[in-house]
């Protein structure tokens, strides 16, 4: 199967492009620029498509972007901190994303006689994100069958949407993923910030995970106290 995989840079997209290259066709990467605070993340999707020998396209979408107003990964708002769970981390919602993402993507791959476009979305982003739940991944999937009726079959792959954050750092370590070259923070700053709700996350996952987390962070020691203080309801690994 040709796969074309949306990456983002971060651990998911990039353990997901090893894992594709690994067992399927891997026939690119595709990232999007779309004004986010933190655009270093593209820097670590490139390299993943340098390492793994495939051609690597970075859609720029900055000016559409700026109508998609309203989050903290956009707009002048402070990234919230703490448990990637808590209701704070909404404001880091930014509308319609990853549908017009993946809608870029199914063009593109169709256009490239792929047979399925992959992503990394998982079922910690279920709680925060509407674009990232196996209800909308069957949808979008019935949805681009029909726009691409008679012109390409392109189905969606989605191998981690019913897998918490910690099996993909272990899918990523049996692929050999450089963790260490992939970005999460939501900040965007000189290294991982430790407390945003992404950062918290990733520690979270390689602790529940069992392995090494080669990570810098600013602030090594908050998510212990950030995972203490949400609901135990709704801590998810």
Same mark, same amino acid.
């Given at each position: 199967?040709?796969? #074309?995989?949306? %990456?983002?840079? !971060? #651990? ?5 492009? =090893? ?9 690119? #990467? ?7 605070? =933190?655009? $270093? *993340? ?5 390299? %993943? ?22 989050? /903290? #990964?956009?707009?002048?708002? &402070?990234?919230?901190? !703490? =448990?990637? *769970? ?20 199914? !063009? ?13 979305? =998982? !079922? ?6 509407? &674009?990232?739940? @196996? ?5 979008? *999937? ?16 989605? @191998? ?12 990523? /370590? ?18 991982? $910030?430790?407390?945003?709700?992404? $950062? ?30 949400? @609901? ?6």
């Amino acid at each position: 199967m040709k796969v #074309l995989v949306v %990456c983002s840079g !971060g #651990l998911d997209s990039v353990s997901l492009a =090893h894992k594709v290259a690994a067992e399927q066709e891997l026939v690119g #990467l595709i990232s999007f620029d779309y004004g986010q605070r =933190h655009k $270093c *993340e593209l820097d670590y999707a490139e390299q %993943c498509a340098k390492r793994l020998g495939v051609p690597f396209d970075l859609i720029d979408m900055s000016a559409m972007g700026k109508h998609l107003s309203g989050s /903290a #990964l956009t707009d002048d708002i &402070d990234v919230p901190e !703490g =448990h990637y *769970e808590e209701g704070s981390m909404k404001t880091t919602v930014v509308p319609n994303r990853n549908a017009i993402m993946l809608s870029i993507a199914f !063009g593109i791959a169709a256009a490239k006689g792929a047979d399925a476009v992959a992503t990394a979305v =998982h !079922g910690g982003d279920h709680f925060i994100y509407p &674009d990232c739940r @196996p209800d909308f991944v069957q949808a979008f *999937e019935d949805m681009q069958k029909k726009a691409l009726d008679g012109y390409a079959s392109v189905s969606l792959y989605s @191998p981690f949407v019913h897998k918490p954050k910690s099996a993909i750092v272990t899918e990523g /370590a049996k692929y050999e993923t450089p963790f260490e070259l992939t970005w999460s923070c939501y900040k965007g700053g000189d290294a991982h $910030c430790g407390r945003c709700g992404t $950062c918290v996350e990733r520690r979270e996952a390689f602790f529940v995970a069992g392995i090494e987390d080669p990570t810098e962070y600013l602030d090594a020691d908050f998510w212990k106290s950030a995972l203490d203080a949400a @609901p135990k309801q709704e801590t998810s690994a």
